[in-house]
């Protein structure tokens, strides 16, 4: 290489490539009550996709027809979310960031257990 960097290291393949890219994505979250927008970060939106965001970013671009259905995939996906509510300054104004921190496929016999237990300690 001219610069001489890139000499001094072991060829990095496209996965180096794929580690690089970040996610950063913004949804809108609902059921039957209401919706809230969120934002999905790196290993939460990797578990949504199935992929790293290089990977995806290269589908996008070389396949779309893959691209959809891997959307597609990740909204129909059953997922259990972990929601942090951060409050935010915003010039003058405050805010309400929701950041999604845990994404897991559900298990309803131990979530609805666990509500169950919650609940009864508020009665």
Same mark, same amino acid.
């Given at each position: %290489?001219?610069?001489? *960097?890139?000499? $001094?290291?072991?060829s990095?393949?496209l996965?180096?490539v794929?580690?690089?890219q970040r996610?950063?994505?913004? $949804?809108k979250?609902?059921?039957?009550?209401?919706f809230? @927008?969120v934002? *999905?970060?790196?290993?939460? =939106? @990797?578990e949504?996709? &199935?992929?790293?965001?290089?990977?995806?970013? %290269?589908?996008? +671009?070389?396949?779309a =027809?893959e691209? @959809?259905? %891997?959307? +597609?995939?990740a909204?129909?996906?059953?997922r259990l979310w +972990?929601?942090?509510a951060?409050f935010?300054?915003?010039?003058?104004?405050?805010?309400? @960031?929701?950041? *999604?921190k &845990?994404?897991?496929a559900p298990?309803?016999v /131990? =979530?609805? $257990? /666990?509500?169950?237990?919650t609940?009864?300690?508020? $009665?």
């Amino acid at each position: %290489a001219e610069d001489g *960097i890139r000499d $001094a290291q072991e060829s990095r393949g496209l996965g180096d490539v794929y580690k690089r890219q970040r996610y950063m994505v913004q $949804a809108k979250v609902s059921d039957h009550t209401n919706f809230l @927008k969120v934002l *999905i970060m790196d290993e939460e =939106a @990797k578990e949504l996709f &199935g992929r790293d965001a290089g990977e995806l970013e %290269a589908i996008q +671009t070389l396949n779309a =027809a893959e691209f @959809k259905t %891997a959307l +597609t995939e990740a909204l129909f996906r059953e997922r259990l979310w +972990t929601v942090q509510a951060r409050f935010d300054e915003y010039n003058p104004h405050f805010r309400v @960031k929701f950041v *999604i921190k &845990g994404l897991e496929a559900p298990d309803f016999v /131990t =979530a609805n $257990a /666990t509500m169950l237990e919650t609940l009864e300690n508020f $009665a």
